[in-house]
């Protein structure tokens, strides 16, 4: 298995176990405390680690979510605590939840090895918010809870580089939404307000930037030797099955 072919096999498992954290009755709660809707914590809480920067600046480093909608969720956030105190906050809850989540996984350990080797080699070059929040220590030293921070940086490093090749791509964060698989109801959910313009000529080019996403979320996985890629990708789809 390549490092491209790993990167590709990896993605749906990050991304659905990156999403029951998201989901997750506790998460939504913990933006109630706050006094926040669930859209105003999911901006804050990934965009916070920047710091108290402009709306702008958040809306071009989480690329694929509406810009008139992060400067919505941001501005909210900031009327009620320090952009820095939600993104804490966030990390606190991704950490509770793999401890309640993740502790039962019989090879925890294993997968916890192979997954820090991955976020430790990945290349962050054109990536601030992976580089960021990879910078941030996690604040518990449950392997469980340990767990979730990584897949949470895997999936912003994987996120960060598909935003670099859809741009490469020629196309806008919105067209390569509407090219997808998600449609307009992904478009929706990012907070994109129709009407929405026509993608259908559009989808070779949204295949292509899977394409480079792969090369570019491949570089956690060179150092790896084949056979522990493949390993990676089972436990992470074990890990999958086993949470849903």
């Known amino acids: 298995m390549t490092p491209e072919q790993a990167a590709a096999a990896a ?27 669930g859209w105003a914590f999911q901006v804050a809480g990934r965009g916070g680690v920047l710091g108290d920067v402009a709306p702008e600046t958040v809306a071009a480093t989480l690329g694929f979510l509406a810009p008139d909608a992060v400067a919505e969720g941001w501005e909210a956030a900031r009327r ?30 294993r997968l916890l090895e192979l997954t820090s080797r991955a976020v430790e080699d990945a290349d962050a070059t054109g990536m601030p918010l992976f580089a960021a929040w990879r910078a941030v220590p ?49 478009a929706l959910a990012n907070g994109w307000q129709p009407p929405y313009p026509q993608v259908a000529a559009l989808i070779r080019r949204r295949l292509w930037a899977d394409a480079v996403t792969d090369k570019l979320a491949a570089t956690g996985f060179r150092n790896l030797r084949d056979t522990e890629r493949i390993e990676l990708v089972d436990l992470l789809g074990s890990l999958r099955t086993g949470l849903t």
């Open 11 to 37: 993605g749906p498992s990050i991304s659905a176990l990156v999403g029951a954290f998201g989901e997750s009755p506790q998460t939504q709660h913990r933006a109630r405390v706050f006094g926040l809707s």
């Open 80 to 109: 009620v605590a320090r952009p820095t105190e939600v993104a804490a906050s966030n990390l606190a809850e991704c950490c509770r939840w793999g401890t309640q989540h993740l502790h039962g996984f019989p090879k925890l350990d």
């Open 138 to 186: 996690a604040p518990v030293h449950d392997p469980a809870g340990r767990m979730a921070v990584l897949l949470y940086l895997l999936r912003e490093h994987r996120s960060a580089a598909h935003l670099i090749a859809v741009r490469v791509a020629g196309l806008t964060p919105l067209e390569a939404i509407l090219a997808g698989p998600d449609g307009e109801a992904g």
